[in-house]
């Protein structure tokens, strides 16, 4: 073999080796983060791959409605396998903030952005457990902590629900008011409600077995994220509760049909104009993450599991109260057979502004975990689009909040309050 020979040979081995330690090199700095199996900071839900607890999902109105999934239902907010929303602000029904770019992304209205239907349905059966004295079990903040006492019912509020009162001639048991209730709550997309007024306690509450009662009241919303109270919904309204009043003998007096009606579309009208769900992206700048590392960078700042694969939410200080900020990825990388190594790219974060307490600094407190996940992670935050966020954007987002939240309180509705959560589920 000739010298020329010999060294195109050894030419031909250096590249081979430099590909092979190059696409070493390349595959270690770009291969999905993995969680740390011992954190001394990191709370105790290192086994990412058990089945998610009941304890800090949807404290629900997310059953808020949970939400409620908060802290309840999984709430609030768009789930993992929802659409992937298009602007800075969703809302349930129909809207979503229209950015203006000059450089940036700024939200400066709204528009409408999809909401996942079992969020819906769990911040609807939050609302009837909250009416019913009760809390899902998968609302408690944590599952070593001791349960919430029962909050005490309230009566219907007028803003958002149409009430039929329904007098009696003589106290009627619970055990007879729920065997005449209807089999369902709902009646169209609307709740239906029933309560009692106990004579031991002098309290309105949903009847239960035990107690007696002087007076019941029906009702129904006028309004939700899923649109007005209109004419049918009424008349099956008045159906039930008429049934209702015949088994357990009461007189019902009904308000008027078309007053009711007219009330609900102007709530809906309001509500429309100021229902606001915020969406801001984490996206990898280099290596991806897997969804170990996610949950676990997520858990140090207090977020929990939900019911929802690639779902977790940190829930409220109070108890059965929506989640204060929902994070969520592909759910199908969450149930991934290979967790470590499962690449997620994106991780999007929605605060349901409606559904959550000022008084918790939601998007103050979004602003922060941002911060500090995108230096932890190597991240850039940006709106679901995919366009960078400036912090003066960022700043015009909060400013746009604080308007919202004061239209809010201006109406009777203010964020997190008992007619917020009915009136946004």
């Not at 029962?150 to 008011?177: H, M, N, R, T, Y």
């Not at 899923?226 to 008349?235: C, D, K, V």
């Not at 996610?294 to 207090?302: D, P, S, T, Y």
Request: hydrophobic share 45%.
């Amino acid at each position: 073999m000739s010298t020329l020979h010999i060294t195109f040979a050894l030419l031909g081995a250096a590249v081979i080796l430099a590909v092979i330690v190059y696409n070493l090199w390349y595959n270690a700095r770009h291969a999905p983060r993995k969680a740390r199996e011992a954190v001394a900071d990191a709370t105790p839900q290192s086994d990412v791959r058990r089945e998610p607890a009941l304890d800090g999902s949807a404290q629900a109105l997310d059953a808020p409605e949970g939400l409620r999934e908060p802290g309840w239902v999984d709430g609030q907010g768009p789930g993992p396998d929802a659409a992937k929303p298009t602007g800075l602000f969703g809302q349930g029904r129909r809207v979503k903030a229209k950015a203006a770019q000059a450089g940036q992304s700024r939200a400066t209205g709204l528009t409408p952005m999809p909401t996942a239907a079992q969020q819906d349905e769990a911040q609807a059966l939050a609302v009837q457990a909250a009416q019913a004295g009760l809390e899902p079990a998968a609302h408690s903040p944590s599952p070593a902590a001791p349960a919430p006492a029962e909050p005490p019912s309230q009566e219907f509020d007028s803003l958002v629900f149409s009430v039929a009162p329904l007098a009696l001639d003589k106290p009627v048991s619970g055990e007879a008011a729920l065997a005449a209730l209807p089999p369902t709550h709902r009646i169209g997309k609307k709740q239906f409600l029933v309560q009692g007024l106990n004579i031991q306690t002098r309290q309105w509450e949903a009847p239960h077995a035990g107690s007696r009662y002087s007076e019941f009241q029906a009702a129904i919303q006028l309004a939700n994220r899923q649109g007005a109270l209109n004419e049918l919904e009424f008349s099956e309204f008045v159906l039930k509760t008429q049934d209702f009043a015949d088994a357990i003998g009461a007189e019902p007096d009904f308000p008027d049909m078309l007053h009711e009606v007219a009330r609900g579309r102007e709530v809906d009208g309001f509500a429309a104009a100021n229902d606001a769900v915020l969406n801001l992206m984490l996206v990898a700048q280099r290596a991806t993450w897997s969804p170990g590392y996610i949950n676990q960078c997520a858990a140090r700042h207090g977020f929990k599991p939900s019911l929802t694969p690639g779902r977790l939410v940190l829930p409220a200080v109070q108890p059965h109260m929506p989640p204060v900020l929902a994070l969520s990825y592909d759910s199908q990388a969450a149930m991934a057979d290979d967790l470590d190594h499962t690449p997620i790219n994106e991780i999007l974060f929605t605060l349901d502004v409606p559904n959550v307490d000022r008084a918790e600094n939601a998007f103050e407190r979004l602003r922060h975990i941002l911060g500090e996940l995108a230096e932890t992670m190597e991240g850039n935050i940006t709106d679901p689009d995919g366009r960078k966020l400036p912090a003066m954007a960022i700043e015009s987002i909060g400013a746009d909040l604080n308007q919202l939240y004061e239209a809010l309180e201006a109406r009777g509705f203010p964020a997190g309050s008992p007619s917020a959560l009915k009136l946004f589920s």
